[in-house]
């Protein structure tokens, strides 16, 4: 694939009206996520939830590309379909989380590194015979106190970067998340100034390691107070701290940005992304690639039972609509209650 090939993809991920399922959870993650609706993680479990999310009626609407775990890429739905076929099938670009995690940062308390680096040219290679187009890799900043240092960023920078170029050589779309966590009693403010320090470090290295910006999708967190400041901001003053923060850094080259919701419930998720689309225009597509935003309320129809899968596609397909209408500029709060 040329990078005009890449480009295209990544345009294709972040279409007006449509955004990104995150359904990439790794095995503990997926546990944690089921242990709060009782049902037990096993291997079938999984992978009837999964073909529960990706058959949701009418879900290539409003749903550009799938984020899989690499069991997921592997499963197939109940009648044997391989599910990157499925996607595919469906004009959903598949994609695969290829990191293997965030390690503790040697001779750094409090803070992480994100691992997979070795033997990635390989994997890639062989998820790009399976059928994805994409992938993802996350870097994980804390906020505390007296963290994160900028070791820590320009390390995670680093990798972030190699990933980055590494998929650009597999004809893979990289998706770079440098992911600022909202846990901790931090304001906007020092969000605000942390995000610009990872994203001045994770552009610094795209361009040192000679990673083509219009074929890669930024995800990165909003720029919000952490869920345990005493003073929350409110959804305007997130939106403007965020589209500020991505003005300062994000080239204009870059296609996309397609958030994370980070512990966002699924309605703030949508409504901070609905404003920021009111306030452009904006050089690059403004969208979302949400995990738990779009997957909460699908987790908790569903709670693990056959009679009830119906009940989660269609609270899926709420949130991946709302977020559409969201990712284009069209949406509005009243929605909620009328869907
Ligand atoms: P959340 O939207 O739940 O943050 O998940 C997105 C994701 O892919 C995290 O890496």
Known sequence: MSFKDMESVAQAMVAPGKGILAADESNPTIKKRFDLIDTESTEENRRTYREMLLTAPGIADHISGVILYDETLRQKTADGVPFPTL?????IVPGIKVDTGAKDLAAFPGEKVTEGLDGLRER???YYEMGARFAKWRAVITIGDGIPSDFCLHANAHALARYAALCQEASIVPIVEPEVLMDGDHTLAECEEVTNRALTEVFAALAAHRVHLPGIVLKPNMVISGTECADRAGSREVAEATVRCLAAHVPADVTGIAFLSGGQSAEEATEHLGIMNTMGPHPW??????????QAPAL?????????????????????RLNGLASSGGYTVDMESAA
Not at 87 to 91: D, K, N
Not at 285 to 294: P, T, V
């Open 87 to 91: 996607l595919s099938g469906m004009g």
């Open 124 to 126: 890639l290679a062989e």
């Open 285 to 294: 597509r403004l969208s979302f690639s949400y995990g738990r935003a779009l």
């Open 300 to 320: 908790a129809a569903w709670r693990g039972k056959d009679e009830q899968l119906g009940d989660g596609q269609k609270a899926l397909l709420k949130r991946a």
